[in-house]
């Protein structure tokens, strides 16, 4: 059963910490994309890779956030430092693209709480 | 002007009855476009995507494109209470990323 994998599931950290969280794209997915959901803004794109190549990070807080795809079975979001107004859930999602529909799957989600 | 914008509801109906979802969309270059649903506390999962003018039936669930219009909507046929959700509407952009909706809440009442 392919699934997007994320880790963690659940972090809660202090202001200032440095925040890393993980996915593993489905197998054979080109497109890797990351998405911030609050209550008030709904899902934001944060950025999104192409065969690992970045495409587009303007969602992303340059100050603070970084996200990399080391390789093909690894994509990292890093929030350094932390601040609480980042408490948020974090997905991350894959697909094949261009591909049928487009269509991309997405992980459980990271539910970050920084206090 | 967000690029894709929906009703946030709630929109209630009674069980039986067709839920109709509305969403429009700003970007003229967007190809196709997408129906998730959010249940509270889990990602969210594809019911079904459409890139034609039309419309477009899969089962219960009949998404509708109108691009003159810049118009998507999804309609839920005979609507459960199992239905009751967040259904988040998505378009692909020129640059194939996919921008969502803040999403429409759903309340089917038994």
């Known amino acids: 059963d392919a699934r997007v994998t994320q880790t963690p599931r659940d972090k809660v950290t202090e202001m200032g910490q440095e925040v890393t969280m993980r996915c593993q794209p489905i197998?054979?997915?080109?497109?890797v994309f990351w998405y911030r959901q609050t209550m008030m803004q709904g899902l934001e794109l944060l950025a999104y890779?192409?065969?690992?190549?970045?495409?587009?990070d303007s969602g992303m807080p340059k100050d603070r956030f970084s996200a990399e795809m080391p390789d093909a079975t690894l994509a990292t979001l890093k929030i350094q430092p932390s601040e609480p107004r980042d408490s948020a859930v974090y997905f991350c999602?894959?697909?094949?693209?261009?591909?049928?529909?487009?269509?991309?799957?997405f992980g459980e989600g990271s539910w970050l709480t920084v206090v | 002007q967000k690029e894709v914008e929906q009703n946030s509801g709630p929109l209630s109906v009674p069980e039986g009855a067709i839920a109709s979802l509305n969403c429009t969309y700003s970007?003229?270059?967007?190809?196709?476009f997408f129906w998730y649903r959010q249940y509270s506390g889990k990602s969210p999962e594809l019911i079904m995507f459409?890139?034609?003018?039309g419309d477009k039936e899969d089962g219960r669930f009949t998404a509708q494109l109108n691009k003159a219009s810049q118009y998507v909507s999804l309609l839920i046929r005979d609507s459960q209470p199992s239905d009751s959700a967040t259904y988040l509407c998505?378009?692909?952009?020129?640059?194939?990323?996919?921008?969502f909706g803040t999403g429409t809440r759903l309340l089917v009442s038994p």
């Open positions: 970007d003229r270059g967007s190809q196709s």
């Open positions: 197998l054979g997915h080109n497109t």
């Open positions: 890779f192409r065969n690992r190549a970045p495409l587009d």
């Open positions: 459409i890139y034609s003018n």
């Open positions: 999602a894959s697909g094949l693209i261009p591909g049928p529909g487009n269509t991309i799957y």
């Open positions: 998505a378009g692909n952009t020129g640059f194939q990323k996919l921008v």
